[in-house]
C-alpha cells in the first residue's frame, strides 16, 4: 500500500475515493495529502495532539510545489511542519530515500526533530511493528531498513552538514540567520541535491541584504518557484477589540486584502510589541519585510530613500571597482586645492572573502568624491591606493592596520613610497579595536541621519542596510552580507573628524562647499 500510494503522491484520487475532510471539498488533495491526513499527528498551538489537516499556507504548497522552492513567510505559519510531513511521507513511501532538514541553530533543529518524531511515534501501531520498523531513531536521525530510507536533521553551523551524500528532499530553515558562510553552506547542500530531488529553502526576513535575499530575489532567473506568505493567512492572527476608527494604511490593507477589525487589532498589537521590526515578523509584502530590520544600525527609512536617488557617477574603471562621484579640485591661481581623506578596509584579497575597499572623501564636507572596492590584494591595493591618493592632491591616507593593514601600509610607504599616511600613537594606520570600533560606526550612523545626500555609494548604501546590532551588543553584516564598504567609510569620517566638526547641514550648503574653493 505505501509504496502504491508513493508511486502516486502528487496526483489527485477520483471523487468516490475522496475521505475525512477532503470527501466534499471542491478542490481534491493529493494521495500525500491523505496520507498526512490519516497517518500523521501534530501539536497544534493549544499543544493538543490531532490529525494533521494542512491549513491554507501548508495546501498552497502543497499544490504549488515544484522541484525547486523558496518560501518567504511571517512567523507560526506551519511551513516547517509541512516539509517535515512532507518529506516523512516520502521517506516512508519511496525506497531509496534521503530527507535533509538543515535548521539555522541547534536548538532549532532539536524542535524539527521533535515535529519528526511525533510523526514517527503516532504512526498506526501495525505499520511500525512491520514495513515501518526503524532501525536508528536517535536525536539526529532515523532509518527505515525495509524501505532503506532515511531522515536526518543538521545545523547550518556543521561544515560537513551534507557533505558525501546524495540528498533526495533538502529544507532549508530560518537561511536569512544562518551562521558562517551561508553561500558555501547553501552550495555545498544543493550540490548533493539531483536534478529530480525537491529543495525547498524557506526563512521569515533578516534584512535586505545577504544569501537569502538574493535567493529570493533572484528566484526568477535561477528557476526556484517563489511562495510568499504573509502573516493574515494564519486565521488565530485576531483580537476581539472593537476598532471605532482605522488609519489609512489599515484601510487600505482591508480593502485590498479584506481583512476584518478583528485582524486589525491583532496588527496593532504586533506594532506595540515589536515596533520597527513587526513587518519583518509579521510580513505583509515581500518588499517592506525585507527593508524592515529593526536590528539596524542605521536608520532603514532614510538609507532607503537615499538608495532611490541616482547617484552621479561621472567614471566607472575596471568593471566598477572605481566609482568616481567627484573629481579631485587641484586649485588654480589665487586658489588652494582641495583636501581628502581616503579610509582603508583592507582584506587578503582572495575570490570568496571579503572585499577590500577605500573611500574618498573630500575633508570639509566630508562628502564621499570615490570609491574602490574589490578582491584585491595587499600588494595591488597599496598601489591602486597610492595611485588614487595622489590623484586626490596627496590625500590623508587611513589605513585600518589590524591584520592584512599592515601589510598595505608597509607597501605603500615602502615600495610605493607615499608618506601622507594618518598615525595614532606614534604608529600609521588606524586601529579599529573595542574602543575605537563603536565610536566611529556611531559617528558615521549619526552623519547618515543627518546628512544622508553625502554618501552616493549604492554598494555603501546596499551595506548600510544589513549592517545590524546583535545580541551581544555588536554590530556587523548579517549573514551572507558584507560590511567592506561601511567599514572603510567609517574609518575616513571618524579620521575627519578629528579636523572637522559638523557635517553640512543641507544639500544647498553641501553643493555650495563643494563648488567653491578652498580659502
Known amino acids: 500500500m505505501l509504496t502504491w500510494c508513493g508511486a502516486r503522491l502528487d496526483e489527485k484520487p477520483p471523487l468516490e475515493r475522496r475521505i475525512g475532510p477532503y470527501k466534499s471539498s471542491p478542490e481534491a488533495a493529493t494521495w500525500r495529502e491523505y496520507l498526512m491526513w490519516a497517518m500523521l499527528r501534530i501539536r497544534d498551538k493549544r499543544g493538543h495532539l490531532r490529525k494533521l489537516v494542512l491549513n491554507r499556507a501548508q495546501q498552497d504548497l502543497e499544490r504549488r510545489s515544484t522541484n525547486r522552492n523558496i518560501v518567504l513567510k511571517a512567523r507560526q505559519l506551519g511551513v516547517t511542519t509541512y516539509v517535515a510531513a512532507r518529506f516523512f511521507i516520502?521517506?516512508?513511501?519511496?525506497?531509496?530515500?534521503?530527507?535533509?532538514?538543515?535548521?539555522?541553530?541547534?536548538?532549532?533543529?532539536?524542535?524539527?526533530?521533535?515535529?519528526?518524531?511525533?510523526?514517527?511515534?503516532?504512526?498506526?501501531?501495525?505499520?511500525?511493528?512491520?514495513?515501518?520498523?526503524?532501525s536508528r531513531a536517535n536525536v539526529r536521525q532515523i532509518?527505515?531498513?525495509?524501505?532503506?530510507?532515511?531522515?536526518?536533521?543538521?545545523?547550518?553551523?556543521?561544515?560537513?552538514?551534507?557533505?558525501?551524500?546524495?540528498?533526495?528532499?533538502?529544507?532549508?530553515?530560518?537561511?536569512?540567520?544562518?551562521?558562517?558562510?551561508?553561500?558555501?553552506?547553501?552550495?555545498?547542500?544543493?550540490?548533493?541535491?539531483?536534478?529530480?530531488?525537491?529543495?525547498?529553502?524557506?526563512?521569515?526576513?533578516?534584512?535586505?541584504?545577504?544569501?537569502?535575499?538574493?535567493?529570493?530575489?533572484?528566484?526568477?532567473?535561477?528557476?526556484?518557484?517563489?511562495?510568499?506568505?504573509?502573516?493574515?493567512?494564519?486565521?488565530?492572527?485576531?483580537?476581539?477589540?472593537?476598532?471605532?476608527?482605522?488609519?489609512?494604511?489599515?484601510?487600505?490593507?482591508?480593502?485590498?486584502?479584506?481583512?476584518?477589525?478583528?485582524?486589525?487589532?491583532?496588527?496593532?498589537?504586533?506594532?506595540?510589541?515589536?515596533?520597527?521590526?513587526?513587518?519583518?515578523?509579521?510580513?505583509?509584502?515581500?518588499?517592506?519585510?525585507?527593508?524592515?530590520?529593526?536590528?539596524c544600525v542605521f536608520e532603514s527609512e532614510i538609507v532607503e530613500r537615499r538608495l532611490q536617488q541616482a547617484a552621479p557617477i561621472i567614471d566607472n574603471i575596471d568593471q566598477g571597482k572605481l566609482l568616481t562621484f567627484f573629481p579631485p579640485v587641484a586649485g588654480g591661481k589665487g586658489y588652494l586645492p582641495k583636501r581628502y581623506i581616503i579610509g582603508v578596509d583592507p582584506a587578503g584579497g582572495g575570490s570568496h572573502g571579503d572585499y577590500s575597499c577605500a573611500q574618498v572623501i573630500e575633508q570639509r564636507s566630508g562628502v564621499q568624491c570615490a570609491e574602490l572596492h574589490g578582491h584585491i590584494p595587499p600588494l595591488e591595493l597599496a598601489a591602486r591606493v597610492a595611485v588614487l591618493a595622489r590623484k586626490y592632491n596627496n590625500a590623508l591616507v587611513a589605513v585600518e592596520r589590524n591584520n592584512h593593514g599592515y601589510a598595505v601600509l608597509a607597501h605603500l610607504m615602502m615600495s610605493q613610497g607615499y608618506t601622507h599616511v594618518y598615525q595614532a600613537d606614534g604608529q600609521p594606520g588606524w586601529l579599529t579595536n573595542v574602543a575605537t570600533r563603536p565610536r566611529m560606526l556611531e559617528n558615521f550612523a549619526q552623519l547618515i541621519s543627518a546628512a544622508p545626500f553625502m554618501f552616493l555609494s549604492p554598494r555603501l548604501l546596499e551595506e548600510c542596510r544589513t549592517f545590524v546590532r546583535h545580541p551581544d551588543g555588536s554590530c556587523s553584516a548579517v549573514s551572507g552580507a558584507h560590511d567592506d564598504t561601511v567599514m572603510a567609510m567609517a574609518i575616513a569620517q571618524a579620521v575627519r573628524s578629528e579636523v572637522v566638526a559638523q557635517p553640512p547641514s543641507s544639500a544647498e550648503e553641501l553643493a555650495a562647499i563643494m563648488m567653491q574653493t578652498a580659502r
Open 90 to 134: 516520502n521517506c516512508i513511501t519511496r525506497e531509496g530515500t534521503l530527507s535533509v532538514q538543515v535548521a539555522h541553530d541547534q536548538r532549532s533543529a532539536e524542535e524539527i526533530f521533535r515535529i519528526v518524531h511525533r510523526l514517527l511515534d503516532n504512526l498506526p501501531e501495525p505499520l511500525r511493528r512491520g514495513a515501518l520498523v526503524t
Open 143 to 295: 532509518v527505515f531498513p525495509v524501505f532503506d530510507s532515511e531522515y536526518r536533521v543538521e545545523t547550518a553551523a556543521d561544515p560537513n552538514a551534507g557533505r558525501g551524500l546524495t540528498i533526495h528532499n533538502l529544507h532549508c530553515s530560518e537561511v536569512a540567520r544562518w551562521p558562517r558562510d551561508v553561500s558555501e553552506t547553501l552550495a555545498s547542500l544543493r550540490a548533493a541535491v539531483p536534478p529530480e530531488g525537491e529543495i525547498f529553502l524557506e526563512s521569515t526576513p533578516n534584512g535586505a541584504g545577504g544569501t537569502f535575499y538574493n535567493e529570493w530575489q533572484g528566484a526568477s532567473h535561477t528557476g526556484y518557484t517563489r511562495h510568499f506568505y504573509p502573516w493574515w493567512w494564519d486565521p488565530s492572527y485576531r483580537r476581539p477589540l472593537e476598532i471605532v476608527r482605522f488609519n489609512d494604511e489599515e484601510v487600505a490593507l482591508m480593502q485590498k486584502h479584506g481583512l476584518d477589525a478583528a485582524q486589525i487589532a491583532f496588527r496593532r498589537e504586533v506594532c506595540a510589541n515589536f515596533r520597527n521590526r513587526a513587518r519583518e515578523e509579521y510580513a505583509e509584502d515581500p518588499e517592506s519585510c525585507f527593508l524592515a530590520s529593526g536590528d
